[in-house]
């Protein structure tokens, strides 16, 4: 038996080295089961915040989305009815017209008074482009600016200086400052040079 006791740990150090080694290993099962009930927790609160952000991305996704799709509705509605306001103010000068080419066609129509109708419809027309940012373009007697002129002939004048333009065969127009049509004009240049 003695040689059992020897061939065996060293007795009661053995044992109490034994239970030392059980108890440290119980302590880190303890150790390892309180870490993986925080890993947990801590899985379970990662997981919610993630489906939180979820959550408000797919939510700002659809916001998005509307957004989108009331900007392309309003454009649309914008593109179609953008000149709604012209229409209804060129509509007066339509009517006008019409009165002036009904009288116009009655026999003892008085030349004096479709003048004067014709005179108050352009004046009408006018306004209503003016109101819009349309404005005519009508050069005569200002030098020639290629800009918003076109010369379409020249013409030999010892009266004015050269490249002024003395004739408008088509007025042109801008639009808010924006040239829509050049004017057709016919410029001057020096009688020696024709």
Known sequence: MSDVKQSGSSGPNAEDSFEEELQEVEAESVEAEHS???L???????????????????RARAEIEN????????LEKAHKYALDKFVKELLGVWDSLELGHAAALDEKADVAKLREGTELTLKMLTDVMGKFGVEQIDPIGQ????????A?????????PPNTVVDVIQKGYVLNGRLVR???VAVSKSPENA
């Open 40 to 58: 947990d927790q801590l899985l379970r609160a990662a997981r919610a915040k993630a489906d939180e952000h979820y959550d408000r991305l797919a």
């Open 67 to 74: 957004l989108k799709r009331r900007h392309t509705q309003e």
């Open 152 to 160: 379409m002939a020249t013409v030999p004048r010892d009266d004015v």
């Open 143 to 150: 030098p020639f600016d290629p800009e918003y002129h076109q």
């Open 36 to 38: 993986a009930e925080e």
């Open 182 to 184: 050049p004017a057709l």
